[in-house]
């Protein structure tokens, strides 16, 4: 299946600890975006990366939040510190170009962080 | 920032029925797309409209991009229980990059 997988799928942190969300985009997908959504709520923007290059983050929170999509590998969305109010479920989407077609772009299934 | 009103926030549907939903805004959007969502799964592309007017077709699925460019809807018509989850609707402003800007979504159940 060449989906975007994201994983964990479930990632439970104590407050204080640090999560790691992984993003492999679809084969040959250059540009991933990461989106945040809270419960019964629509997803909201974070970051849009290319390779090796952060484009847009305007989304991200300043602190305890970054992002990365280096040259080999998946993208990684970093959470410091982790708090309650982090809880939520990250979704990361692919697309081939930066470009206005959304039937290139797809998202995975998300990974659901719940701290507790 | 831009916001989109999605309503309504629920709604019962029966077997057969006929579904409406719609989206509005105040900044005009180059792009409408509807989404939907299954418990535990990522949205799923169901339509994208790129025109204002257009009116585009999947199925038994129908939106059309409002004339406005500041709103859209989606029917679903004779509805089946698999239609049921959350759709949401998403729009892209050129000019702010390539960030989609989503809903709050809509509910559908089935009602028993």
């Known amino acids: 299946n060449a989906g975007v997988m994201q994983n964990p799928r479930h990632l439970v942190r104590r407050r204080g600890q640090e999560a790691r969300l992984r993003c492999s985009p679809v084969?040959?997908?250059?540009?991933v975006y990461w989106y945040r959504q809270l419960p019964e709520e629509g997803l909201k923007f974070m970051v849009y990366l290319q390779k090796e290059n952060i484009i847009d983050e305007s989304g991200m929170p300043k602190e305890r939040f970054s992002a990365e999509f280096p040259k080999e590998g998946p993208s990684i969305l970093r959470i410091q510190q982790v708090v309650r109010g982090d809880s939520a479920a990250y979704f990361c989407a692919s697309s081939p170009w930066g470009g206005s077609s959304y039937y290139g772009y797809t998202f995975g299934s998300g990974t659901r962080l719940t701290v507790v | 920032g831009q916001q989109l009103n999605q309503s309504p926030q629920s709604m019962f549907i029966q077997e057969g029925e006929d579904v409406s939903m719609n989206c509005t805004s105040s900044?005009?959007?180059?792009?409408w797309l509807w989404y939907k969502q299954d418990p535990g799964e990522g949205p799923v592309l169901l339509i994208a409209l790129y025109k204002a007017g257009e009116l585009t077709s999947n199925g038994r699925l129908t939106a059309q991009f409002g004339i406005t460019r500041k709103d859209s809807f989606l029917n679903i018509s004779a509805s089946i229980p698999s239609d049921v989850g959350i759709y949401f609707c998403?729009?892209?402003?050129?000019?702010?990059?390539?960030?989609?800007?989503f809903g709050a979504g809509t509910i559908l159940r089935v009602k028993s």
């Open positions: 900044s005009i959007f180059n792009t």
């Open positions: 084969k040959g997908h250059s540009h």
């Open positions: 998403a729009g892209l402003i050129m000019e702010y990059g390539n960030k989609l800007v």
